[in-house]
């Protein structure tokens, strides 16, 4: 009898597409419980926190599913999508490294609790409490992404563990094909009679190259199935730009050939090296800065350590300003990758392009929240208020600006 995992691994692989739907329509959950009942923000947290634990071991158990089909049948997996790019690269240190793959997940794991932690903080503990636990919180991070830059010795990517790639509805199939399966045959090319006229021409018999030889027959995977790129054709008239915009990303690139640690090149030089050390501890000096002192406590009975600082005219030495002055540090202090018609420097450009989007979190963040972003928002809710349809969005946002203020995690990459 197969063991309790390998039934649940069975059940995953049959069920993906309903375990898929369920998981998002709890995820939708997640948003409309704040303000629907006691503490129900904790609830909501908790659901989503569990959902992205479960959804990291079900990606866990993809991952060893492909890993079999690809020992067993490797003909069948050539049939899978190529994996991106993050994929191949955060997959190959994972398998190479273990200390890599445990500092990785780890830090995915705090990432996913460090919400509902702080929630149950600010519940049952002190201000001082709740910032010492969201200090060792950011410490802890701090301390994987330095592990994880010391064996990579390259920057470090988020998320650092491989993101599923592969839908699961096609690994059964394949994963039953017997490994021994002999490939199909070569067609036979039908010679083609050309009648030119002459009697020795026409007795003359030409066969179709070999590399047309297959232009014929319906291009479907060993499974019986269409093949994966086929299926998502675009539905739109197939027009010469419409078929070349479908089939560039597909094509044949550097760094499909190159070895997937060689993916991101190493940091070479103290000021790539002082640069993603600065991006990786300026969370950490941004919540030392804000430790809890007689001179800064709120006057609200509020827990929050999110609270304001003072006018944005008061001067640079404002935590929020700090760690913005540490970001713009690191950002000149790091190397700029060419945009390479060949793609080779497409992961580090994607992980920086990936870091100047999450400079917009500080507009949730300290005084430049509380004094700018906070009254827009507010601002546009009690326009939408009392209008049809709208006036729900408006509910929404008015539950939503309250766990901005009090929660640290609410708001931030």
């Given at each position: 009898m197969s063991s309790l995992p390998a039934r649940y691994e069975s059940f995953l692989i049959s069920n993906s597409s309903t375990i898929a739907t369920i998981e998002s329509s709890l995820r939708s959950l997640t948003w409309l419980l704040p303000g629907r009942f006691k503490d129900a923000e904790i609830v909501g947290e908790a659901l989503n926190s569990t959902l992205n634990l479960l959804s990291l071991y079900h990606d866990t158990l993809l991952a060893r599913r492909l890993m079999l089909v690809k020992s067993s049948n490797p003909k069948a997996a050539r049939e899978l999508i190529p994996p991106s790019v993050h994929t191949r690269y955060t997959r190959a240190w994972c398998e190479k490294d273990g200390l890599y793959k445990w500092s990785a997940r780890s830090l995915e794991v705090v990432r996913f609790l460090q919400l509902v932690v702080e929630m149950l903080l600010a519940r049952f503990s002190t201000r001082n409490g709740r910032w010492r636990g969201i200090f060792l919180l950011e410490f802890t991070k701090a301390f994987l992404q330095l592990v994880l830059l010391q064996r990579t010795k390259r920057p470090v990517i988020s998320p650092p563990i491989p993101e599923r790639d592969v839908?699961?509805?096609?690994?059964?199939?394949l994963g039953d094909l017997p490994s021994t399966a002999p490939d199909s045959p070569p067609l036979k090319a039908k010679p083609i009679r050309q009648d030119t006229g002459s009697s020795e021409e026409g007795s003359r018999q030409t066969t179709r190259p070999s590399h047309l030889a297959n232009n014929h027959v319906p291009f479907t995977g060993s499974s019986g199935k269409p093949h994966p790129l086929l299926l998502s054709l675009p539905s739109s008239p197939l027009t010469r730009t419409v078929i070349e915009d479908y089939l560039l990303p597909k094509a044949l690139t550097s760094t499909l050939v190159k070895s997937p640690t060689s993916l991101l090149q190493p940091l070479a030089g103290l000021g790539q090296w002082t640069s993603e050390i600065v991006y990786i501890l300026r969370p950490l000096i941004y919540v030392l800065l804000l430790r809890p002192t007689s001179k800064?406590?709120?006057k609200s009975k509020s827990t929050s350590i999110n609270y304001n600082t003072?006018?944005?005219?008061?001067?640079?030495?404002?935590?929020?300003?700090?760690?913005l002055m540490l970001s713009v540090l690191s950002f000149y202090l790091r190397r700029s990758p060419p945009a390479s018609p060949s793609s080779s420097n497409l992961l580090e450009r994607q992980e920086y392009a990936r870091r100047d989007r999450d400079l917009l979190w500080y507009a949730f963040r300290g005084e430049l929240w509380t004094e700018w972003t906070r009254p827009k928002i507010d601002g546009m809710r009690q326009r939408l208020e009392g209008k049809p349809l709208l006036g729900l969005l408006s509910g929404l946002i008015q539950?939503?600006?309250?766990?901005?203020?009090?929660?640290?995690?609410?708001?931030g990459p």
């Amino acid at each position: 009898m197969s063991s309790l995992p390998a039934r649940y691994e069975s059940f995953l692989i049959s069920n993906s597409s309903t375990i898929a739907t369920i998981e998002s329509s709890l995820r939708s959950l997640t948003w409309l419980l704040p303000g629907r009942f006691k503490d129900a923000e904790i609830v909501g947290e908790a659901l989503n926190s569990t959902l992205n634990l479960l959804s990291l071991y079900h990606d866990t158990l993809l991952a060893r599913r492909l890993m079999l089909v690809k020992s067993s049948n490797p003909k069948a997996a050539r049939e899978l999508i190529p994996p991106s790019v993050h994929t191949r690269y955060t997959r190959a240190w994972c398998e190479k490294d273990g200390l890599y793959k445990w500092s990785a997940r780890s830090l995915e794991v705090v990432r996913f609790l460090q919400l509902v932690v702080e929630m149950l903080l600010a519940r049952f503990s002190t201000r001082n409490g709740r910032w010492r636990g969201i200090f060792l919180l950011e410490f802890t991070k701090a301390f994987l992404q330095l592990v994880l830059l010391q064996r990579t010795k390259r920057p470090v990517i988020s998320p650092p563990i491989p993101e599923r790639d592969v839908d699961p509805a096609m690994l059964p199939a394949l994963g039953d094909l017997p490994s021994t399966a002999p490939d199909s045959p070569p067609l036979k090319a039908k010679p083609i009679r050309q009648d030119t006229g002459s009697s020795e021409e026409g007795s003359r018999q030409t066969t179709r190259p070999s590399h047309l030889a297959n232009n014929h027959v319906p291009f479907t995977g060993s499974s019986g199935k269409p093949h994966p790129l086929l299926l998502s054709l675009p539905s739109s008239p197939l027009t010469r730009t419409v078929i070349e915009d479908y089939l560039l990303p597909k094509a044949l690139t550097s760094t499909l050939v190159k070895s997937p640690t060689s993916l991101l090149q190493p940091l070479a030089g103290l000021g790539q090296w002082t640069s993603e050390i600065v991006y990786i501890l300026r969370p950490l000096i941004y919540v030392l800065l804000l430790r809890p002192t007689s001179k800064n406590m709120p006057k609200s009975k509020s827990t929050s350590i999110n609270y304001n600082t003072g006018p944005i005219t008061n001067g640079l030495r404002t935590p929020l300003a700090v760690s913005l002055m540490l970001s713009v540090l690191s950002f000149y202090l790091r190397r700029s990758p060419p945009a390479s018609p060949s793609s080779s420097n497409l992961l580090e450009r994607q992980e920086y392009a990936r870091r100047d989007r999450d400079l917009l979190w500080y507009a949730f963040r300290g005084e430049l929240w509380t004094e700018w972003t906070r009254p827009k928002i507010d601002g546009m809710r009690q326009r939408l208020e009392g209008k049809p349809l709208l006036g729900l969005l408006s509910g929404l946002i008015q539950d939503w600006l309250p766990l901005v203020d009090e929660y640290w995690y609410y708001m931030g990459p």
